[in-house]
């Protein structure tokens, strides 16, 4: 038989292989677009002929490319080119200065049918904390245009009176059973819309023709292949995105592996017979992007479907579904007095609905992906799964529950025996001293002792994966990595003592290797292992030699993907 030479040999490094046998090696051979061969120096140079490309990497580091198993991308590349707060903290009147100030300069959009997106928008961070922008602010901004404000976590939209109008929305609209619009005391619309009828409204506005989608999703491809990221699970697959990236790849300008999520709202299937309708429905868009086969060039599959359980747990929406009630504070701010409420949050899904739509989709093969922010809508997902489980034993099924903020003790075991994967934020453990105050006077202190649980799920044996869900945070995917490993944000910000630090293993396997074994990919990507595509990434440092909280200082250098170079420093 013919010895078989490598075209690429990369040696006198640190090579992170995320292989089974967790081995990290000197060198590293490829051919073709795919992994040749992992070892020591000795043994890869014997794979070298004069044909082959020599690189040393000089102490650096190489490793597969980063799998984000959760993110919104196209949503994020919108936030890039439009009004941007910047998450920051401000004043009601601050941030309509601010929006102020954009209208005036933009000349080229003046009628009441030019919309102007607000993003980056925190609502929980409007100052004085607890206040809300409403439509009546909105309303007082000289232009005639429809503006919204989009919040970070993509479950609170704000419109002014024009935006409602364009929205369809008024007193005589109905509150959806999957979210809420919210309304002033004497009964007429604030402005204030949040979950799903939120994101209903955001998609809904037309904001660009198929060209200026295409630019939107070169830019955000070209931005996450800098962070050294080679395969994205956009976790709400709608077709304006998936067209442009459809596009690039048409032309042979893709330069990131796209997995999708595809939606079934409660409104898509308002009853159990309404199942094998809504799921038929989302195959079929499925099927309409998904390509026939992997190659080493990058491709775009939607084999997961999604389902928004909850809401959101921080204050003033208070939308995740809790095991026990939310407390509330009966006394004054100078002598509080924290009780339980009569809130537990919101399950947007009747309990049998989610268990017929998960086994549903199940039985066709597709992943479900939930949203689920608290204990109350883990435990009846959780309880949806093991019945698709029961139905369909041993049927290859990687269900995955996103966010997991607050996840009860009994339900670790519980993630286990299902085989059920947590997809984490990390970051969302960099807690600023006054959101842990506020934390623990909502949930008290025994429920803020399960908050931001990552350890704890290694602890228990159970598989994790990395999702960054941009735009809800700045993509920073190695700020992400240094929370996990840190359990702290910024310098000043105290550690967020309810776990324990995640390991660099723990930390660079789940951005790799579990995240593509969570969206399915793990046969062609997350490793190098012989045989797997050649998407790896350098760094400009070994981040095993250095201090944890060293690493969101980390560089790439270059990243490809099928052996093909997507991005230079």
């Not at 959806?176 to 007429?188: A, H, M, Y």
């Amino acid at each position: 038989m013919a010895q078989i030479f490598a075209d690429t040999i990369y040696t006198n490094g640190t090579i992170f292989t995320a292989d089974v046998n967790h081995r990290i090696t000197e060198a590293v051979a490829f051919l073709d677009g795919k992994v040749l061969a992992t070892g020591s120096n000795e043994e890869i140079l014997a794979l070298q002929n004069e044909k082959s490309d020599m690189i040393n990497l000089q102490g650096k580091m190489l490793m597969p490319g980063i799998v984000d198993s959760h993110l919104h991308p196209f949503w994020g590349g919108l936030q890039r080119a439009s009004c941007n707060l910047n998450y920051a903290s401000m004043t009601v009147p601050d941030t309509l200065a601010f929006i102020q100030k954009y209208i005036d300069q933009d000349q080229k959009r003046t009628s009441d049918t030019d919309w102007l997106q607000v993003r980056a928008f925190l609502r929980q961070e409007v100052l004085p904390l607890g206040t809300d922008i409403t439509r009546r602010d909105l309303d007082s901004l000289d232009t005639k245009r429809p503006v919204i404000l989009f919040a970070n976590d993509c479950h609170t939209l704000v419109a002014n009176s024009r935006a409602l109008e364009l929205f369809g929305i008024d007193e005589n609209t109905p509150t959806p059973v999957d979210g809420t619009i919210r309304r002033f005391p004497d009964g007429t619309l604030n402005g204030i819309m949040e979950d799903a009828p939120a994101m209903r409204a955001f998609d809904s506005i037309p904001v660009l023709d198929a060209d200026s989608a295409v630019i939107v999703a070169e830019d955000v491809q070209q931005l996450l292949n800098s962070q050294g990221v080679t395969t994205v699970m956009d976790a709400r697959a709608l077709p304006l995105q998936f067209d442009a990236f459809t596009r690039l790849k048409e032309q042979d300008r893709l330069t990131i592996r796209l997995l999708g999520a595809r939606e079934i709202t409660p409104d898509n299937s308002p009853t159990v017979a309404d199942v094998p309708a809504a799921v038929e429905t989302m195959m079929q868009i499925a099927a309409k992007y998904t390509d026939p086969s992997w190659s080493t060039k990058p491709g775009i599959f939607i084999q997961h479907a999604k389902f928004f359980v909850d809401g959101v747990m921080q204050c003033p929406i208070n939308t995740a579904a809790l095991l026990a009630p939310y407390r509330e504070n009966m006394g004054t701010k100078e002598s509080p007095n924290w009780q339980p409420s009569q809130n537990k949050g919101d399950l947007y899904y009747p309990n049998e609905l989610l268990t017929a739509l998960i086994s549903a989709v199940s039985e066709k093969g597709f992943h479900p992906h939930m949203h689920t922010v608290a204990d109350g809508a883990i435990e009846v997902t959780l309880d949806a799964i093991e019945a698709m489980r029961n139905k369909l034993p041993g049927k290859d099924i990687r269900p995955s529950l996103a966010h997991n903020e607050l996840t009860s003790p009994h339900q670790f075991a519980r993630f286990k025996a299902l085989e059920v994967m947590p997809c984490l934020s990390y970051q969302w453990a960099g807690y600023s001293q006054e959101f842990s105050d506020e934390m623990r006077d909502v949930l008290g202190e025994e429920r803020f002792d399960n908050l931001e649980p990552a350890g704890k799920f290694y602890d228990a044996g159970v598989r994790v994966a990395f999702g960054s869900d941009w735009p809800i945070d700045p993509l920073n995917e190695w700020y992400d990595f240094k929370v996990a490993l840190t359990r702290k944000g910024g310098a000043e910000d105290p550690r967020l003592d309810t776990d324990r630090d995640l390991t660099f293993n723990e930390v660079l396997r789940s951005a790799t290797i579990d995240a593509a074994y969570m969206i399915d990919a793990d046969k062609y990507v997350g490793s190098l292992e012989p045989g797997k595509f050649a998407d790896y990434i350098i760094l400009d440092r070994d981040v095993f030699k250095n201090d944890p909280a060293d690493i969101e200082n980390v560089r790439i250098l270059k990243t490809f993907i099928g052996g093909k170079e997507v991005y230079s420093a």
